[in-house]
């Protein structure tokens, strides 16, 4: 057996709800337990200072250090949590927060200082996990993939894992006619299939000040412009084949501004649904079962949208996962695949010229 560690891995996503924490022991390619996990808000103000480096305004490198420090302060909290020291955790996943992906430009950022974590919480960093993928071709997203397929392995296949995040990707896994353990003897597909809560939340913002459709009560209370979704539909992001992947920017709420606040909030969680069904057009063979993670997946209205429109779906805290913690593990374990050299994506994940190993090693 493969030496396994104990890493824990930090994501801060496109919603920009905080950061997520969570530990896991893996060898890189199998996972044999998942610990402790958390979610460190971000507070209003926080939030609106991060909010403003995605649109390229504020002090980005004072931001980029304030966002480091809070992923060093939810280390720490997640540590206290767990009983355990920085000495029994090998390494940190760091994500950071993309403030741009435009892969078709070979450029993409995500703003976090490595080695102002590393120094901060006394464990050696692996970040910077998208630009490698890039440079060889690829989007750069999604990639969570291969640590999907490794949940998911032993199931019967095909399933596909949705992340329904401030973007909304899929993995589909497959089984190849290859045998073996190793995830690479796997058929696996991913994609993002275009936003998941991004539109939702910047609607809800803007018309109650609350940074989400709680509960979706908006869209509940709504009817959805079947035209509009229709012409977000149009766009030729959806005739793209995949692997392809969005940046969090790309769909503006330009088409729902005449709507009512209910109506608009219906009409954009009817084009989520839509984009997620729209994905299967691509799959090798259905899927037998859709598995949802991500915070998309607290939004009733959201959830309910999707369910009308494909069959077997269910939150992935059905398999026991951790949900909201599903991202964070990830970013664990891609580092330990990339202190062991190992690829974090495929062609067929994003599109690369190879499969490819990525990350910048910070050590403690």
């Not at 009983?83 to 078709?104: E, N």
Request: aromatic letters at 8%; hydrophobic letters at 40%; charged letters at 20%.
């Amino acid at each position: 057996m493969a030496e396994s560690f104990w890493a824990l891995g930090l994501m801060s996503g496109t919603s920009l709800d905080g950061v997520d924490a969570a530990l896991i022991r893996t060898d890189g390619n199998d996972v044999f337990e998942r610990g402790d996990s958390l979610t460190l808000p971000y507070n209003d103000a926080q939030r609106v200072r991060i909010r403003d480096s995605v649109y390229m305004r504020g002090d980005l490198a004072k931001i980029e250090q304030e966002v480091t420090l809070l992923h060093a302060d939810a280390v720490k909290a997640l540590l206290k949590k767990a009983g355990r020291k920085p000495k029994d955790v090998r390494v940190i996943g760091f994500h950071g927060q993309t403030i741009a992906h435009r892969p078709q430009e070979g450029i993409t950022w995500q703003m976090g200082n490595g080695a102002l974590l590393a120094e901060k919480t006394g464990i050696d960093v692996v970040c910077d996990f998208r630009r490698r993928d890039v440079a060889a071709g690829g989007q750069g997203a999604p990639l969570v993939p291969l640590y999907h397929a490794a949940l998911v392995k032993h199931m019967e296949l095909p399933v596909v894992v949705l992340n329904l995040g401030g973007s909304a990707n899929i993995t589909w896994v497959g089984r190849s006619e290859n045998t073996g353990d190793d995830l690479l003897a796997l058929d696996i597909m991913a994609f993002d299939t275009g936003p998941g809560n991004v539109l939702i939340n910047e609607w809800a913002l803007r018309h109650t000040g609350l940074d989400m459709d709680k509960d979706g009560a908006l869209a509940f209370a709504g009817k959805a412009d079947d035209a509009i979704v229709a012409s977000y539909l149009s766009d030729p992001f959806f005739r793209q084949h995949p692997p392809k992947s969005l940046d969090r920017n790309y769909f503006t709420l330009d088409r729902v501004e005449t709507l009512s606040k209910e109506d608009g909030s219906a009409t954009l969680t009817a084009f989520t649904a839509a984009s997620v069904e729209a994905a299967q057009h691509y799959f090798p063979a259905p899927a037998r079962h859709w598995y949802v993670a991500g915070g998309g997946r607290h939004n009733p209205a959201l959830m309910q949208a999707i369910a009308a429109r494909l069959p077997h779906v269910k939150p992935a805290d059905t398999l026991g996962w951790q949900g909201d913690a599903l991202e964070a593990q990830a970013f664990a374990y891609l580092a330990v695949r990339s202190l062991k050299g190992l690829p974090l994506t495929l062609p067929t994940t994003t599109g690369g010229n190879r499969a490819v190993t990525g990350g910048a090693h910070y050590r403690a």
